[in-house]
């Protein structure tokens, strides 16, 4: 157990509207990741943080934003939800040996 | 070319028999080489990493042959509890990212 909590863990909006997902962590993780996976994509990269503050773009970060105001908290927003952001939205954290995953959450837009 | 490639399946296979996947990989200069599992509707855990010697874990032996890039994983005795989607994942030197297959999913069938 990587002491990793997401939330919502379901969710279902309205194209346009803002929509924020929350990842939170215990164990004083520098690194953390949001991926998105979808059917015959595998998991992408979307933002990732390295610090507090501090953070990059993954592969597909068009459409998102993200926040870390604290070690423990990293927020992935969806600006203005589109029907191609329904996915399941996993985090993740880099322990010593490699990245470990928070339960995911599930997110349609309609 | 995807970095990373699995053939999808999905595998059928008898309880008890002994299963393979490969992995792919098209950077030579990647580093560290995962095989995680992925349950239906959970997130990825990490099974096992792939060392260049080749590991064992039970009945799960992971190898890795650099000059053909390219990972293996064999499941030995499968059980019905072996059935999940199996991610090949891979990292470069000084890249604190991973690259993720899209997976192989099996299904062990009494």
């Known amino acids: 157990d990587a002491g990793i909590t997401q939330s919502p863990r379901h969710k279902v909006t309205e194209t346009g509207t803002p929509v924020t997902l929350r990842c939170h962590q215990t164990e004083n993780h520098r690194y953390m990741y949001w991926y998105r996976q979808d059917p015959g994509h595998g998991l992408r990269l979307i933002h990732y943080s390295y610090g507090v503050k501090d953070t990059d773009k993954g592969e597909v970060s068009d459409g998102y934003s993200v926040s870390r105001s604290k070690t423990e908290d990293f927020l992935l927003t969806l600006e203005s939800a589109t029907s191609s952001q329904t996915s399941v939205y996993f985090c993740a954290i880099k322990g010593e040996e490699t990245q470990y995953f928070g339960p995911g959450t599930r997110l349609l837009v309609l | 070319r995807k970095e990373v490639e699995q053939d999808p399946g999905p595998f059928n296979v008898p309880e008890g028999a002994t299963v393979a996947f490969n992995c792919t990989y098209s950077?030579?200069?990647?580093?560290?080489f995962f095989w995680y599992r992925q349950d239906c509707r959970k997130e990825p855990k990490l099974l096992m990493s792939v060392y260049s010697s080749g590991n064992e874990d039970g009945r799960f032996t992971a190898q890795l042959n650099r000059a053909s890039q390219y990972i293996s994983l064999l499941i030995r005795d499968s059980k019905l509890s072996d059935s999940a989607t199996y991610l090949c994942v891979v990292n470069n030197f000084g890249n604190e990212k991973l690259t993720f297959g899209t997976g192989t999913r099996l299904t062990i069938i009494p």
């Open positions: 950077n030579s200069a990647s580093q560290s």
